[in-house]
């Protein structure tokens, strides 16, 4: 199951979070704005701006795909200041974190996680994406689509949650 | 583990939420600004405001678990407008989903989900938790959080995601 919650469900929010931001380029065509006004948005002034909470938004799925599964992430140096560039790398995170099978997961509950930030603590596998991983993942992409929001962009919550797999008995 | 990304972790998230809230209203206090100020903040005039948010953020988490478990929610009229009204919600809403059982669970994961709005369609008890409630229980926090901290909060990421069950060997 875990293997749903992070490598599925991530790189469907990751997805629907490339999608905002072609609404958001199109709404800032449409007004006339350049897209680095948006990219740079931010919703509080000590608050990251809406280019950093797309790159925190991929680092919390590919850092934890990698962790549960003992993969290499491919490193990315934060450096994305346009749009196409953000693309690429939503594009490369969804890319690594579904290269891994849920055989990989076999033993991702079990995994003592750690970061060197956590001074020798560490989170079991299912904690850490439960507690950790899953609630920055959306509060990421929440906090993405919110800058965008208040700044009159025209989304909405079926943006933000992606299509449901509805059944019709 | 169904059980643990709804009842435990809702409970948790909801938990996180009133302290927030707590914390807005000890900050309303130092600025001499009336608690409804805050609570009718929004970010974007057609979304909806604090007290909103909360009170969808208890519902995303009441009708997921009665749904997978086929108990009954509180009923809420959407009436409250002071901290301790909405404090009383968070706190019915834990004691509600915390009433139900892991064994209430046995067969949520097969379970079809729908609602009126649905117009007969439904989701699989899995698919509605992992790609409905979840997602929607992070972004109605996510949003009250940001509301608060846009409006000059001291809060952080912590306060977010409250206590981590950190281990050393």
């Keep these: 199951m ?7 469900q991530f790189a469907k929010m990751l997805k629907n979070l490339d999608a905002i931001l072609v609404k958001a380029s199109a709404f800032a065509e449409a007004k006339k704005v350049d897209m680095s006004v948006l990219l740079n948005a931010r919703l509080a002034p000590d608050q990251f701006d ?4 797309v790159q925190i ?3 919390a799925a590919k850092i934890c795909v990698a962790k549960l599964t003992g993969k290499d992430a491919p490193v990315h140096d934060d450096k994305e200041t346009t749009l196409p560039e953000l693309q690429k ?8 974190i579904t290269s891994v099978s849920e055989q ?6 079990e995994t003592k996680v750690t970061t060197p930030r956590w001074d020798g603590k560490y989170l079991m596998g299912h904690e850490y994406a439960v507690q950790h991983s899953i609630p920055n993942l959306y509060f990421h992409t929440s906090v993405a689509y919110e800058i965008l929001r208040h700044n009159g962009v025209d989304i909405g919550k079926k943006d933000y949650l992606g299509t449901l797999p509805f059944k019709k008995d």
Tied chains: 1, 2.
């Design 2 to 8: 875990l293997y749903d919650l992070t490598v599925t």
């Design 50 to 53: 809406l280019k950093k909470q």
């Design 57 to 59: 938004a991929c680092d």
């Design 89 to 96: 790398r939503i594009a490369e995170t969804i890319a690594f």
């Design 104 to 109: 990989d997961f076999a033993k991702a509950t």
